[in-house]
């Protein structure tokens, strides 16, 4: 129960008020002034009928205007408004007294000890905390703010430490403590960066393992020379990513980078909105191409861009210049042109999908980037990286990964590769439900097998009928590259009569 007393300011008042509650027999638990006008009473709950007579009683004391229950006290909201804060905060926040001691912990720096809040509140900070002695520095003549190298266990931090000083009555302060933030070497990195105001370009792209750390050194090469480049892999491995970060790193990094999705271009506007538009001589809308102008043009899954399109690229490639929809003048177009697909061009070209002539044009330059299950040493870095970049931008603690989470994560297809991960780590943080770790549970990555794709567990069917579906899966993606079922029979090993009747059984026709 809290009474909110409105007053005016009046030597003894409180007393007063007291002398009521304790003719009342109530035992008071705290109080709270303010230089507003009101006072604050906080007490065990009461029956409705001793409310009714007691709220009466303090309104007849001096100087007392009003009395009215309230839900919380100005030191309560206080208190959890801090409370709050420190729980969303991303980096590890400990509150020492004078000694040293922890008196208050965020839920980042639990985890980062991997301890409970009772196990770490009253003992000296330096229990855990080493290269820095705390209790000495509070104690020195004068307390200022430092800032260190500390370390727990193997992993190193940043230490910054702000004295608490409190007012005394002389004008004067009394130490009563300090505040201490860790930040991990990542942050840290992170912050100068933003405080730099540099262009990110390779340094976003993590790279551990060595097949991805030839393609980073490729793509850092390419990226400096103004050829047409070509960047495939599957689905959700960063093409664009790369791409904006050959942009960043060229000489044109000062000029736009416009990103466009061909395969979200309709057949009906892609020239329009790729080249321009012209209509009784004055330019209605201008294209991509001319709005990038000094810059990179990036055309993602290029193998989706309608015929009609392709032919107008082939030309700004060959020639460097292009005209508008509707209009006759040549515009001359100064862009770099980068290009990715999931998809395989020169498969394409045989079957007629995409033009052979463009397709030699765009792949002047280029460099594949491996999946995600060719690169696992990567995957814990970047879930690592994921978790505490989402944790920070939905102020959240950063969560350790579970050893079994490890494993999954480990052992996982991904074929949905880095954007799968990073989706996943995004749901997992958002959906956190104040667990210190981060679990597979949490993660709800659906079942997947290379070969077939994802299934349920409520599978029906039978062992050959799995079987046969693979079979036809895989003679239909070689049958392509091996367009005779004597070249197919050989690569795969069996007579050519096996193949034509499967390929028959199947329904696979000859590629054209």
Known sequence: MRLEVSCQDRIGLAKDILVVLERYGINLIAIDASNKGFLYFQFAEVTFNTLSELMPQIRKVESVNDVRTVSFMPSEQEHYALKTLLKTLPDSVFSLDSKGRIRIVNESALLTLGMAEHEVVEEPLNHWVQGFNFSRWLSEPQVLAQATRVHIGQSEYLAEM????????????????????????????????????Q??????VLAISDKMKQVVEQAKRMSQLDAPLLITGETGTGKELMARACHDASMRREHPFIAINCAALPDSVAEEELFGYVSDGKVVKKGFFEEAKGGTVFLDEVAEMSKAAQVKLLRLLQDGSFRRIGGDEEV????????????????????????????YRIHVLSFHLPSLRERRVDILPLTEMFLEHYSQQLSSPVRRISAECRDH???????????????AVFRAVS?????GEL????????????????????????LDEAMKQFEASLLR?????????????RKLGVSHTAIANKLREYKISKPK
């Open 477 to 489: 993606r070689l049958y392509p590259a091996y367009p005779s079922t004597r070249q197919l029979a």
């Open 409 to 423: 994560l480990m052992t996982y297809a991904w074929p949905g590769n880095v954007r799968q991960l990073k989706n």
């Open 162 to 197: 702000l004295p608490i000083y409190l007012p005394d009555e002389n004008q004067g302060s009394i130490l009563a403590g300090a505040v201490v933030s860790l930040k991990s070497p990542a942050r840290v990195g992170k912050q100068f960066n933003a405080l730099q105001n």
């Open 332 to 359: 001359r177009a100064d862009v770099r042109i980068i290009c990715s697909t999931q998809k395989n061009l020169a498969e394409l070209c045989q079957t007629g999908d995409f033009r052979e002539d463009l397709y």
């Open 199 to 204: 262009t990110a370009g390779f340094e976003s």
């Open 439 to 462: 679990t597979v549970e949490q993660l709800k990555l659906p079942s997947y097998a290379e070969g077939f794709g994802y299934f349920d567990h409520e599978f029906e069917g039978s």
């Open 431 to 435: 959906m956190w439900d104040g667990s």
